[in-house]
C-alpha cells in the first residue's frame, strides 16, 4: 500500500546533539513538506520542497535543514541552534500539479530534548 | 502569510450533540479541505471542496464551500466519543503565485472533546 512514514515515532535527544528525523513516501508525490505543531497548536511549516534537489524554508526555518536527493525521501535537521526543539513534527506530501487534493501526512515524530 | 481564522479554538460537548465549526480568510480561496487529527497522530483529509456553494457529505460530516469563497463549514452529527480530535481547515489561496503555489494555507485547528 502506498502511503508516508515517518521514523522514529519517538525520539529523545541531549540538548545540543543534531538529530535527524526520516520521512519515506511511496506515493510518487512530487512535493514534501515538513511541519512543527506544538501542544495544542496549529501546523507551522518549516521547509518544502516542490522538486528533487531543490527546497524552499517556510515560516520557521531558523535551526533546521533539510535534503531532498531523491522524490521519495526528505529528512529534517533539527540543528543545535534549534532554540525550543522539543515538538511534534509531520511530514507530508502532495502531487505539485494538484495540491489541491490535499497533502497526505504521516503519523509524525514527537522529539523531546532533555 | 495567508491567515486562515478557525472558530471555535475548542469545544466541549456531550456525545449525541452536533457539532459546527467554519473557517473565514480575507481572500478568495479556490479549494476548501477539512482534515481531523486523532492525539498522536498525522491529519487524515475527510472532505475537499472545490465549487462556491458545494456542499458535500461523509458519512455523519458535511463541509459546504461558502458562496463568497471566503469561508468553510463543517457539521458533525450526532457526535460519539471517537469524533474526539483536532479539525483543521485548508486552502489554496486564488491569489497565491510564485513561492506561493503549491502550498496550502492551513487553520489554527479546533479541538473537539466528546463527553460521554
Known amino acids: 500500500d502506498g502511503g508516508i512514514t515517518q521514523s522514529p515515532k519517538y525520539l529523545f535527544r541531549k540538548e545540543g546533539q543534531n538529530v535527524t528525523l526520516s520521512c519515506e513516501q511511496n506515493?510518487?508525490?512530487?512535493?514534501m513538506y515538513w511541519y512543527r505543531q506544538d501542544p495544542g497548536q496549529g501546523l507551522r511549516l518549516i521547509y518544502y520542497?516542490?522538486?528533487?534537489?531543490?527546497?524552499q524554508k517556510g515560516d520557521i526555518a531558523e535551526g533546521y535543514s533539510v535534503s531532498r536527493e531523491k522524490k521519495e525521501s526528505f529528512p529534517l535537521t533539527v540543528t543545535s541552534a534549534q532554540k525550543n526543539p522539543t515538538a511534534f513534527y509531520l511530514c507530508?506530501?502532495?502531487?505539485?500539479?494538484?495540491?489541491?487534493?490535499?497533502?497526505?501526512f504521516g503519523s509524525g515524530t514527537r522529539l523531546t530534548v532533555v | 502569510g495567508q491567515q486562515l481564522n478557525q472558530s471555535p479554538q475548542s469545544m466541549f460537548i456531550q456525545e449525541g450533540e452536533d457539532v459546527s465549526m467554519n473557517c473565514t480568510s480575507s481572500?478568495?480561496?479556490?479549494?476548501w479541505l477539512w482534515y481531523k487529527q486523532d492525539p498522536g497522530e498525522g491529519p487524515v483529509l475527510l472532505i475537499a471542496?472545490?465549487?462556491?456553494?458545494e456542499l458535500t457529505s461523509n458519512g455523519r460530516l458535511t463541509a459546504q464551500f461558502g458562496i463568497t469563497r471566503k469561508d468553510s463549514f463543517l457539521n458533525i452529527s450526532a457526535s460519539i466519543p471517537s469524533d474526539v480530535g483536532i479539525y483543521f481547515c485548508?486552502?489554496?489561496?486564488?491569489?497565491?503565485?510564485?513561492?506561493?503555489?503549491?502550498?496550502?494555507?492551513f487553520g489554527q485547528g479546533t479541538i473537539l472533546t466528546v463527553h460521554p
Open positions: 481572500s478568495i480561496f479556490n479549494t
Open positions: 520542497s516542490q522538486i528533487v534537489n531543490d527546497f
Open positions: 485548508a486552502g489554496q489561496p486564488s491569489n497565491a503565485g510564485g513561492t506561493s503555489y503549491g502550498k496550502l494555507t
Open positions: 506515493l510518487n508525490h512530487d512535493a
Open positions: 471542496l472545490y465549487k462556491a456553494g
Open positions: 507530508a506530501s502532495s502531487w505539485f500539479a494538484e495540491f489541491n487534493y490535499g497533502y497526505t
